[in-house]
C-alpha cells in the first residue's frame, strides 16, 4: 500500500497543464455520456489534451500518466487516442464496434495514435511496397507542425479481413515518439484509391496537431 500511495504521489508532483479552452474541431467531438471532459497533461515536456475522459481523470489530469491497474501503480509517458467518423461526418471519441451505432460498421475512417517516449524495441512497420502495401508519396507533408516524419507512409492496396485499409506513419515530436494509424473502411478485397487515403490522412492529421504541444526542453 505504501509503494502505491508513494507512486501515486509521485504522479501528482509530475504536475498537470492547466484546462484550456477546446479549439472548435475538438469541442465537436461526440464523447460517451460517463465520459465527457477534457484535460492538458504533461507527457515528457509536451502538453497533450485529452478529451473524453471521466471526471475522476479531469480533476486530476496527472493521473493520465498512470495505469491504474499496476501495483505500485506505473506513470510513463506512454498513451493512447483512438476516435473514429461516422457516416454524417461526426467525429467520435473510441471505437464504435455496433454496426448499428453511428459510425459502426460504416464509419469512413477512424484514427489510433500511439506515444511513447522513445522508438519501440520491435518496429512496428517496414516502410517497403509489396503485393500488399504502397507507399503513399510525400506523407510527411501532411504531418502537423512540430513533428518530425520517420517513416511511412505505409497503406495497405487492399482492405482486409477487418474491413478497413490501414496507413501507418511515425513520427517525433521532441519528447515524444508517436504511430500514427489511420484506417479507412471498405469491403475486404476492395482496392482503395492513394487520394483517399490522403484525403483521411490530411483530416485526421489536423486532430493530432490540435492535441500536441511539444516546444523540446
Not at 1 to 10: C, E, F, I, K, T
Not at 156 to 166: C, E, K
Amino acid at each position: 500500500m505504501a509503494l502505491a500511495v508513494a507512486a501515486l504521489s509521485a504522479c501528482h508532483m509530475a504536475g498537470d497543464a492547466p484546462v484550456v479552452p477546446l479549439p472548435p474541431e475538438l469541442a465537436a467531438i461526440q464523447c460517451p455520456a460517463d465520459h465527457a471532459e477534457h484535460a492538458s497533461a504533461m507527457f515528457g515536456n509536451a502538453r497533450l489534451t485529452f478529451v473524453c475522459i471521466d471526471k475522476k481523470m479531469a480533476g486530476t489530469p496527472s493521473l493520465l500518466r498512470c495505469d491504474p491497474d499496476s501495483r505500485p501503480q506505473l506513470c510513463e509517458d506512454t498513451g493512447t487516442w483512438i476516435f473514429y467518423r461516422s457516416a454524417d461526418g461526426v467525429v467520435h471519441s473510441g471505437v464504435s464496434a455496433d454496426p448499428t451505432a453511428p459510425g459502426g460498421a460504416t464509419a469512413p475512417s477512424q484514427l489510433v495514435v500511439n506515444f511513447h517516449p522513445g522508438p519501440p524495441r520491435v518496429p512496428t512497420f517496414n516502410a517497403v511496397e509489396s503485393e500488399w502495401y504502397i507507399l503513399i508519396p510525400r506523407g510527411q507533408d501532411l504531418l502537423p507542425t512540430g513533428f518530425t516524419f520517420v517513416k511511412g507512409t505505409q497503406c495497405d492496396r487492399l482492405a482486409t479481413v477487418l474491413g478497413s485499409g490501414n496507413c501507418n506513419i511515425e513520427a517525433t515530436t521532441p519528447s515524444l515518439y508517436w504511430h500514427i494509424q489511420v484506417a479507412v473502411n471498405h469491403k475486404q478485397g476492395t482496392l482503395i484509391d492513394p487520394n483517399e487515403y490522403r484525403t483521411e490522412l490530411a483530416f485526421w492529421l489536423k486532430y493530432v496537431g490540435l492535441l500536441v504541444v511539444d516546444p523540446g526542453k
